[in-house]
């Protein structure tokens, strides 16, 4: 979750948010180098008391200003494309979760070895008191994914549009009813994962949150038996 | 158990922990779960709407065609039932037998 006055992204609980957060740095390092240049030059200029006396053109410079910018682009491009269509690839899925929004909670159900267990998890945000000081980011009951384990994650609603989201596996699906959308996550991690809807869905929105816990696959099993 | 979770299980059936417990965490990420209906090259984005409700509707089809201990058939009920939200497939199932189902199966 995040913290007070973090300006930064949460810690990356998945491998594409891993990317996610390498092709950020990545861009605001070309972002940072070109602003700087820019108001460099654009304060130089105006302090130089320069005035322009009829300058009509230049083709070398002209010539530069085009090729250099757009050879950053591609250069920010080729991650880009790469991480886009990587996400895509649900080819390697082990597990599929199927998400179903409400008005106003989220409820999981998870079918395990051909049809042997059916888990339908209901999760209602916990109220102000046994919130723990976590206010509005706490359910009663979450969901529990294994880590290192691709999974596939189907997203829909009962009623309205809503959107599950989990900002720390860089994973967001809206909930739309009467579609299924289809997300893929592999968690890198054990932890604690929280997120809350992204798309207003009446009085409640803000008071629907998702938590989701990486575990071991034993833990798992185990979790679905609820030893 | 809470009482905001539910398990369906058949008769019978071991529990999971039982049924993996002794083996590495490795031995029981093989054994997992691992049941994920194949890519479908017709559903290749993320709007999967269409492959749980054709999977349905191939299993309908194949059933009345072959009978229902027809196993091939076995393959497109366990895609729709990984895919489809329980509640899709209750309202279809009722669909079914009110004769409103919107196919002609």
Do not use: R, T, V
């Given at each position: 979750m995040s913290s007070w006055c973090q300006l930064g992204f949460q810690d990356a609980g998945s491998y594409f948010m891993e990317e996610f957060i390498y092709f950020h740095d990545f861009t605001m390092m070309i972002i940072l180098g070109v602003l700087s240049y820019v108001v460099v030059f654009l304060v130089l200029g105006l302090l130089s008391g320069w005035v322009d006396s009829g300058f009509v053109e230049g083709q070398l410079i002209e010539f530069m200003w085009t090729i250099f910018p757009a050879l950053i682009l591609i250069q920010i491009a080729f991650p880009s494309l790469l991480l886009l269509y990587l996400i895509e690839d649900?080819?390697?899925?082990f597990l599929v979760c199927k998400v179903v929004g409400h008005q106003w909670y989220w409820s999981y159900e998870i079918k395990t070895e051909s049809s042997e267990i059916l888990a339908s998890v209901d999760c209602y945000m916990l109220p102000r008191e046994g919130a723990f000081g976590m206010r509005l980011l706490l359910t009663d009951e979450f969901l529990m994914l294994p880590i290192n384990v691709p999974v596939r994650i189907l997203v829909t609603s009962d009623d309205v549009i809503h959107s599950w989201t989990l900002p720390s596996l860089g994973i967001k699906g809206d909930a739309v009813p009467g579609r299924l959308n289809q997300l893929n996550v592999t968690l890198s991690r054990k932890a604690m994962f929280y997120g809350q809807c992204s798309?207003?869905?009446?009085?409640?929105h803000s008071f629907m949150p998702v938590m989701l816990m990486g575990v071991t696959s034993p833990q798992f099993f185990m979790w679905l038996d609820r030893l | 158990m809470s009482s905001g979770v539910e398990i369906t299980r058949p008769e019978g059936a071991i529990p999971l922990a039982q049924k993996y417990s002794g083996l590495s965490e490795e031995e029981v990420k093989k054994r997992i779960i691992a049941y994920n209906p194949p890519a479908d090259s017709r559903f290749p984005?993320?709007?999967?709407t269409k492959n749980c409700f054709q999977n349905y509707v191939d299993f309908q089809r194949c059933v009345r065609l072959r009978?229902?201990?027809?196993?091939?058939?076995q393959f497109f009920e366990r895609n729709y039932k990984f895919l489809c939200p329980t509640g899709w497939i209750e309202k279809w199932d009722e669909q079914l037998e009110n004769n409103t189902f919107p196919v002609k199966l």
């Open positions: 649900f080819s390697k899925s798309e207003i869905c009446g009085a409640n | 984005n993320q709007n999967q009978g229902e201990d027809y196993k091939p058939c």
